[in-house]
Structure formats: structure tokens, C-alpha cells
């Protein structure tokens, strides 16, 4: 899937919404149909391939620096504004490397389970990086009775 952040998801999220309903044209020849809407989280949009063009709506980086400052695993921490591509120091060498390093684990338990995903992916992890997330977890990072995305399977 394709994560789309911007410092006005609304107004990319209205674009797409106009771009599935354009001109009245048949449902099944639109560009983008809206898949889950979830406000103040995320909107999810699905193109006519099956690909997944998620706006996330939680969190409004200024710019590129603050965007990566933000991601959970290195190997993510890459940025294309249509003009120019940021990426961490690290990322290259990371997905070369097919190695999960944390940046930044601001969500403990959804660092995990992505964690899991990339493991499945056949990335690896040293024991040093899971420590950070168990850390991050026993840490007191996690508000257990939340009812937000900071908690997976609750969107």
C-alpha cells in the first residue's frame, strides 16, 4: 500500500473522494473507490489494480524532517513530495541489508505487529532492536485502555 501524509489530508481526501465521482462516470471505470473511512485516522482509497492509497489523517508533518523523525523502523523512513526523495541515513543500507533498526517508537504494539509483518517479509531483527520495543511496551508507552489506532485491530 501507499502511505500518503500531508499537512492537509482532508484536502487530498476530498481530490480523491472527487476523483471516484466524477462526470457521474460508472461506478466500475473510477479511478479510486473509498474502502474505509475512519475520521481523524485514516481514509483509505483502493485504485481499479487492488493497490491501496492510504491518507493518513493522525498526524500532519510540516515537512520531510518531521516525517521521518516520526516512523517506527528505519527501512520506512523514506519521503517523496513529487519533486525531491528524504530519506534517513540509514534506510538504503537497511533494506539492502533486509534488517528491522528502530528510529522511533512512538506506538509500541503497532511497531510490533509491523515488526511481525516484516519478519514474514524476510527481513530480520537483531535481539538489541526487539528489546527496544519490549522496552518501549513495558515502559508504560502503552495506554492499555485506549480506543485509538495506538492499539491494533482497533480501527
Known amino acids: 500500500d501507499f502511505d500518503i501524509y500531508s499537512p492537509d ?3 487530498l481526501v476530498s481530490l480523491l473522494r472527487e476523483a471516484s465521482t466524477a462526470n457521474g462516470l460508472d461506478p466500475r471505470s473510477c479511478k479510486f473507490e473509498l474502502t474505509l473511512d475512519v475520521p481523524g485516522y485514516v481514509a483509505n482509497f483502493t485504485d481499479q489494480n487492488g493497490r491501496i492509497i492510504q491518507i493518513v489523517r493522525s498526524f500532519q508533518p510540516q515537512n520531510a ?4 523523525e516520526a516512523f517506527d523502523f528505519t527501512i520506512v523512513c523514506g519521503a517523496y513530495d513529487g519533486v525531491y526523495f ?3 541515513s540509514r534506510f538504503f543500507r537497511d533494506i539492502a541489508r ?4 528502530t528510529n522511533n517508537i512512538r506506538y509500541p504494539l503497532r511497531a510490533m505487529e509491523r515488526m511481525v509483518k516484516y519478519v514474514s517479509r ?3 531483527i537483531e535481539t538489541e532492536e526487539m528489546l527496544k520495543i519490549a522496552k518501549a511496551i513495558d515502559g508504560g508507552a502503552v495506554d492499555w485502555n485506549a480506543k485509538d489506532h495506538s492499539i491494533p485491530g482497533l480501527y
Not at 65 to 68: G, K
Open 65 to 68: 524532517d518531521q516525517l521521518l
Open 122 to 124: 524476510g527481513y530480520s
Open 98 to 101: 533486509r534488517k528491522i533498526v
Open 86 to 88: 528524504d530519506a534517513d
Open 9 to 11: 489530508p482532508e484536502k
